[in-house]
């Protein structure tokens, strides 16, 4: 028997319970992993609450880092003792050992840490489509990214500045505007007491930003939009705040021929080839220096709880790490 997080009913933090559970062997091409550290991430509190719906009971967390413990039949790209770590679906990484595909699991290089890892792969693939795909920052950009000292902020931050954007960033205190300018971020807004359509115009003179990163949702999304210079990109990601309302596309129009976009990581990563390949830039980066982790909160994983309230009440900056 081993312990993982399981929830038979949506609601705040108190229906997440840590049971033991039985993970048995791997099946054909799938692997047994040990998990030594699981990522916090914002789409758990999604799944937990119900925004995001899945058939009950069941369990939680993308993504996790650990040590192949048994391999399946046909599985010859792994092995017993070989590190390892994944983002994949349907949740459930907040656990000790976990039994999953092989196919979605990423061989872990030496100058990345458990730890590191699984503060990253979610995140930090995220920022990679989101610069690299979605739209791809170049030099000279000026980019606005909401929620700049989160977990996807600060990785984005780091990220743009090392590609030569000008990165703006909303944040919801003085201190994170601290860490986000710690971190890449030249103009931190602090969005709760500034205006920052109206920073934004300021800063760039007018023009506006050639994109929005907007994953707050429901609270930003008309000031987001009058960021944009003509023909900008809005990419909605997330909905930290709410889910948007409907969209009126003369909004879109009238603003001068804008695009919209609600990607999603798990179309990126969809293929295999894209799965390693954005892994493997992220690793880069991370291992050159160029964007360092911010491992800023862990917890033990039975105390998931008060990581998900945390979370929620806007009290964490960075990545979060689980330690089951
Ligand atoms: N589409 C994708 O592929 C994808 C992948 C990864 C993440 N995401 C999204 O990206 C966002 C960031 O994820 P994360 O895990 O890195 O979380 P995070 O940014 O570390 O935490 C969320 C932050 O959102 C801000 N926020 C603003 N209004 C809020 C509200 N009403 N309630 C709670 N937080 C609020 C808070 O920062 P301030 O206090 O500074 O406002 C809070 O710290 C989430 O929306 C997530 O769903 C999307």
Redesign the pocket.
Known sequence: MTKAIRYDKTGGPEVMKWVDVDVGEPGEGEVRLRQSACG????DV?FRTGLYPQPLPAGLGMEAAGEVTAVGSGVSALKVGDRVAYVARPPGAYAQERVLRADLVIKLPDAISDEAAASIM??GL?AQ??LRRTYRVKAGDTILI????????LLVCQWAKALGATVIG????DE?AAIAKAHGCDHPIV??REDFTARVREITNGAGVPVVYD???K??YAKSLDCLAPLGMFVS??????PLPPIDSSEFAGRGSLFFT?????T?MGKRADYEAMAAELFDVVSSGKVKTSINQRYALKDVGQAHAD??????????VLIP
Not at 146 to 153: D, M, N
Not at 170 to 173: A, D, E, K, L, N
Request: positive net charge; proline residues 2%; glycine residues 16%.
């Open positions: 916090l991430n914002y789409i999604y979610l995140q995220t489509y989101l909401q929620a700049a000292a989160g977990g996807v902020g909303t944040v919801g205190s994170k969005y709760t994953s707050i949702g609270d930003t990601f997330g909905n930290a705040s709410g609600r990607p999603t990581l798990f990126y979370l929620e009440a806007r009290k964490t900056t960075g990545s979060t």
